[in-house]
């Protein structure tokens, strides 16, 4: 199974900052990497697909780089609808698709 | 606009077998492949079940192989999720989702239900 680690698993920022979360996986997955938010009691909103393409409708402050087994989720100038908890989600085709654990990005 | 409502949740005893539902609308279900992908109380994101648009492959993680059954019924736009043989760590929010990458590589979650609670308790 391809294992994914996040790091920080959870960071205080204040709003207008820039935050930067970073995701790795146990082996190459070129970029087969999705990247989610999801707030309390809600369900996950895709944000990043491919590693670095922008879903449709997520502002542009969400940027997405990476490939192979290094990646990065960048939010520009933090809002406060941006206090939540960040996914990645390997989707190479090894089966199963594994998330990472999560971070958690509160205010300061 | 997309929607997925899931249904079956509820408190169920170990070792009895629900079954979720997921009713699609505002898109041409038969032609998405989706999942099925779970959270227990707390805790992070666990990927449940695959199932191709025309339900011909299905896929299961390894927590669920050989008790839960995914499929579905593209006439009446509707995902199910069989679950056999709960247990107590079944117990999590299903969430039913489509594959926002159907027909390329890319597997990912573009739009999701508000999940339904399944709670495994005797």
């Known amino acids: 199974d391809v294992q994914m680690t996040q790091s920080p698993s959870s960071l205080s920022a204040s709003v207008g900052d820039r935050v930067t979360i970073t995701c790795r996986a146990s082996?190459?997955?070129?970029?087969?990497l999705t990247w989610y938010s999801q707030k309390p009691g809600r369900a996950p909103k895709v944000l990043i697909y491919?590693?670095?393409s922008l879903q449709s409708g997520v502002p542009s402050r969400f940027s997405g780089s990476g490939s192979g087994t290094d990646f990065t989720l960048t939010i520009n100038s933090l809002q406060p609808e941006d206090f939540a908890t960040y996914y990645c989600?390997?989707?190479?085709?090894?089966?199963?698709?594994?998330f990472g654990p999560g971070t958690t990005v509160d205010l300061k | 606009q997309v929607q997925l409502v899931e249904s079956g949740g509820g408190v169920v005893q170990p070792g009895q077998s629900p079954r979720l539902s997921c009713a699609a609308s505002?898109?041409?279900?038969?032609?998405?492949?989706m999942h099925w992908v779970r959270q227990a109380p707390g805790k992070g994101l666990e990927w449940v079940a695959a199932?191709?648009?025309?339900?011909?492959?299905?896929y299961y993680g390894d927590s669920v192989k050989g008790r839960f059954t995914i499929s579905r019924d593209n006439s009446q736009n509707t995902l199910y999720l069989q679950m056999d043989s709960l247990r107590d760590d079944d117990t999590a929010v299903y969430y039913c989702?489509?594959?926002?990458?159907?027909?390329?590589?890319?597997?990912?979650?573009?739009?999701w239900g508000q999940g339904t609670l399944v709670t495994v308790s005797s």
């Open positions: 082996q190459n997955i070129n970029n087969y």
């Open positions: 505002g898109f041409r279900f038969r032609e998405y492949g």
């Open positions: 989600q390997h989707s190479y085709s090894t089966l199963p698709l594994t």
């Open positions: 491919a590693a670095s």
């Open positions: 199932i191709w648009y025309d339900g011909s492959k299905k």
């Open positions: 989702a489509r594959d926002g990458g159907s027909g390329t590589k890319q597997t990912y979650f573009d739009n």
